[in-house]
């Protein structure tokens, strides 16, 4: 077996290790703390008119660290959440998937890390950098690349592809297939598919709402029009429907914060 066959068997095996299973459990478990507190920082923005802290993961790990015994969760959370990049990782590399599978866990594996690193910099800084900044700072430079604005567009329509993935997961209940439905009780499958039908809905609505921003972006050479979620949050506010459609988006958020603590339990991994 030559180097490179055998560095790739140890990964294969680290990845099936049931240690990796555990934390990534705990992970998943941490990335539905996550999503509720976002949504219940997007509902503070509704109804305090736009007031309030940042509604996006920057914002939620900020309450977290705010908490009696935060810097304890926190440190559970880095442990989950890089269980959970190890664990993505080693299904875009080994996992026999459709395409669409394999850059989707690639995504994952970015967010996870993303996630990993804003825990790293509360706890060891205190507070975490606005994700509407980091979006317009990425964007900015990628707009002063040759082609920049051919870049900017196409992660647009990327991010835009992806939320309508997600709509689609949503409507079909293809995410059903991620889950180990032969050990969930009938009454357990019908409320993880109620959960996960208006969680992935209310994230393909961000997702493809924050794609239409990053395409802004792109035409109008304007980093500013770019933003991460807490800025495409509040622009459901800024529609016809006013902030109700941003409850509504945040009341899905918390389901699927609900289904991310089902997924620890019934995941498969």
């Known amino acids: 077996m030559s180097t490179a066959q055998s560095a790739r068997a140890t990964a294969r095996r680290a990845a099936d290790s049931p240690m990796l299973d555990r934390l990534a459990r705990v992970g998943l478990a941490c990335r539905g703390v996550l999503y509720a507190l976002i949504g219940v ?10 007031a309030g802290e940042q509604a996006d993961k920057g914002g939620a790990i900020t309450t977290v660290a705010e908490l009696p015994f935060g810097a304890v969760l926190l440190w559970v959370m880095v442990v989950g959440f890089a269980a959970l990049a190890l664990w993505q990782a080693s299904e875009a590399l080994f996992g026999h998937q459709e395409v669409i ?66 709509l689609r997961q949503g409507v079909t209940k293809k995410f059903r297939e991620e889950l180990n ?9 019908s409320v993880m598919e109620k959960l ?18 990053v395409v802004q972006a792109a035409i109008t050479h304007d980093k500013d029009k770019a933003g991460g979620i807490d800025a495409t949050l509040r622009a459901f506010a800024e529609t016809p429907a006013g902030p109700w459609l941003l409850v509504a988006v945040a009341v899905g958020l918390m389901l699927f914060a609900g289904y991310c603590f089902g997924e620890s339990r019934w995941r498969r991994t």
């Open 101 to 166: 599978d394999r850059v989707e866990a690639v995504i994952r594996t970015a967010v996870y890390v993303l996630i990993f690193v804003t825990l790293l910099t509360v706890l060891l800084a205190g507070r975490a950098a606005s994700e509407d900044e980091k979006s317009q700072d990425v964007t900015g430079k990628l707009l002063d690349l040759p082609a920049g604005q051919w870049i900017v567009g196409a992660i647009g329509l990327g991010i835009i592809a992806l939320g309508v993935h997600w």
């Open 181 to 189: 439905l032969g050990q969930m009780s009938a009454r357990a499958r």
């Open 196 to 213: 996960g039908l208006a969680g992935y809905v209310a994230r393909g609505a961000i997702a493809g709402l924050a794609g239409i921003f």
């Open 41 to 50: 920082l997007a509902i503070q923005i509704a109804l305090s008119g736009g």
